[in-house]
T-cell receptor, first 113, second 117 residues
Framework: AQSVSQHNHHVILSEAASLELGCNYS??????LFWYVQYPGQHLQLLLK??????LVKGIKGFEAEFIKSKFSFNLRKPSVQWSDTAEYFC???????????FGAGTRLAVHP | GAGVSQTPSNKVTEKGKYVELRCDPI?????LYWYRQSLGQGPEFLIY????????DSGLPNDRFFAVRPEGSVSTLKIQRTERGDSAVYLC???????????????FGAGSRLTVL
């Protein structure tokens, strides 16, 4: 069965620190990869996605993610976080033959001023 | 509409009661998905529709859960004989289609928070 692992459940950073959130998935074939963000009191929003092509994907608000096929990973990065990045971040995978997204458990990020 | 609309936003019910949750997708989106999110967890897939038909209902936990989309637009998730364990946020999402192309990006609604007492 497909599965998605997000290794960090809670991350606490100071403003201007760099961020990297891990995401690993279990499926070995063609995958579509996503990061969604949920700000406090708001609904899930798409941060970035990978379908094909350049494995380094840039999203909104300065976020980027790199697809490394050999490591089954799609880690999210941001060079300098802001207090407004405080949110919960979800990695999701859709693999060949399945049209549903499978989500990880999420990483709760708190950024302190 | 401009986004995915879900009603009610909050529903409190008693154990054993019947509940309906409604989702109005983005206009023109043919695919519609239901997810369930429990506290501290990621969204868990329940069912998705392509048009009027349920293309994959493998995530429905048991036969108390049922969903319909009779005209290919609005969908209703129905839960019979509710149990305390059904308490969660029920999320609806829609997308242009359900292929593996770039058009298949899910847009989520705000969710319906169900509390079973």
């Amino acid at each position: 069965a497909q599965s998605v692992s997000q290794h960090n459940h809670h991350v606490i950073l100071s403003e201007a620190a760099s961020l990297e959130l891990g995401c690993n998935y279990s499926y070995g074939g063609t995958v579509n990869l996503f990061w969604y963000v949920q700000y406090p009191g708001q609904h899930l929003q798409l941060l970035l996605k990978y379908f094909s092509g350049d494995p380094l994907v840039k999203g909104i608000k300065g976020f980027e993610a790199e697809f490394i096929k050999s490591k089954f990973s799609f880690n999210l990065r941001k060079p300098s976080v802001q207090w407004s990045d405080t949110a919960e971040y979800f990695c999701a995978v859709r693999s060949g033959g399945y049209n549903k997204l499978i989500f990880g458990a999420g990483t709760r990020l708190a950024v302190h001023p | 509409g401009a986004g995915v609309s879900q009603t009610p936003s909050n529903k409190v019910t008693e154990k054993g009661k019947y509940v309906e949750l409604r989702c109005d997708p983005i206009s023109g989106h043919t695919a519609l998905y239901w997810y369930r999110q429990s506290l501290g967890q990621g969204p868990e897939f329940l069912i998705y529709f392509q048009g009027t038909g349920a293309a994959d209902d493998s995530g429905l936990p048991n036969d108390r859960f049922f969903a319909v989309r009779p005209e290919g637009s609005v969908s209703t998730l129905k839960i019979q004989r509710t149990e305390r364990g059904d308490s969660a946020v029920y999320l609806c999402a829609s997308s242009l289609d359900s292929t593996t192309s770039g058009a298949n990006v899910l847009t989520f609604g705000a969710g319906s928070r169900l509390t079973v007492l």
